[in-house]
């Protein structure tokens, strides 16, 4: 029905994002990455917490019309008879692989998050929130919501063997912008 609409998805993405970064913000990225580093995280968020919430819309409204595995688990023992159904088991396929390299990245993400000191939970919910999201809200959400922890993470704690804080850094720049000085107080 609206199949055509999904298979432009990341260059009508990018080219709306690009059109309104244009028109509608001016461009901080200079300043802010010197006086206010956090300053994107909140917007950030907001895009993917909408995108989440369709996502998960998507995936409520489909399990609740045709069940999850006759729709997302191909079968790896049977031949598909039509060329129709040879082409959704390849979009089965497709989607396990994709999403399982996702899971993958995020597995290895968490992993880095660990042995940094950064992530605050534990093993057993690094491995059990996944799955339960994964059931209750699909796989692109839960994707989304793994990503902007790993965001958090990477913003707001710091590594288990930093010298500093980021509360202990000033950052002074000279007149032309170019050179910064760090100093740590002690």
């Given at each position: 029905m609206?199949?055509?609409?999904?298979?432009?998805?990341?260059?009508?993405i990018?080219?709306?994002q690009?059109?309104l970064a244009?028109t509608v913000?001016?461009d901080?990225?200079?300043v802010?990455r010197?006086?206010?580093?956090?300053?994107d995280?909140?917007?950030?968020?907001?895009q993917?917490?909408?995108?989440?919430a369709f996502?998960s819309a998507?995936?409520?409204f489909?399990l609740?019309?045709?069940?999850?595995?006759?729709t997302?688990i191909?079968s790896?023992l049977?031949?598909?008879?039509?060329?129709?159904?040879g082409?959704f088991?390849?979009?089965?396929?497709?989607?396990?692989?994709?999403?399982?390299?996702?899971y993958v990245?995020l597995a290895?993400s968490?992993?880095?998050?660990?042995?940094a000191?950064?992530?605050?939970?534990?093993?057993?919910?690094?491995?059990?929130?996944?799955?339960?999201c994964?059931?209750?809200?699909?796989p692109?959400?839960?994707?989304?919501?793994?990503?902007?922890?790993?965001?958090?993470?990477?913003?707001y704690?710091k590594?288990k063997?930093?010298v500093v804080?980021?509360d202990?850094?000033?950052?002074?720049?000279?007149?032309?912008?170019s050179?910064?000085?760090?100093?740590c107080?002690?």
């Open positions: 609206a199949n055509w609409v999904w298979q432009a998805f990341p260059l009508t990018s080219v709306i690009r059109l244009r913000a001016p901080t990225v200079n802010d010197l006086t206010n580093p956090l300053r995280l909140p917007a950030i968020f907001w993917v917490g909408l995108a989440s996502s998507v995936w409520i489909t609740l019309k045709h069940g999850m595995v006759d997302f191909p790896a049977t031949i598909p008879q039509d060329f129709i159904n082409i088991r390849l979009l089965q396929w497709d989607w396990v692989l994709t999403f399982g390299a996702c990245w290895y968490f992993w880095d998050l660990k042995s000191g950064m992530a605050g939970l534990s093993w057993a919910a690094l491995c059990a929130i996944p799955l339960a994964t059931a209750a809200i699909g692109g959400a839960t994707f989304a919501v793994g990503w902007s922890y790993r965001e958090y993470c990477l913003a704690r590594h063997h930093a804080g980021r202990q850094l000033q950052s002074n720049t000279e007149a032309n912008g050179t910064v000085k760090v100093t107080e002690q």
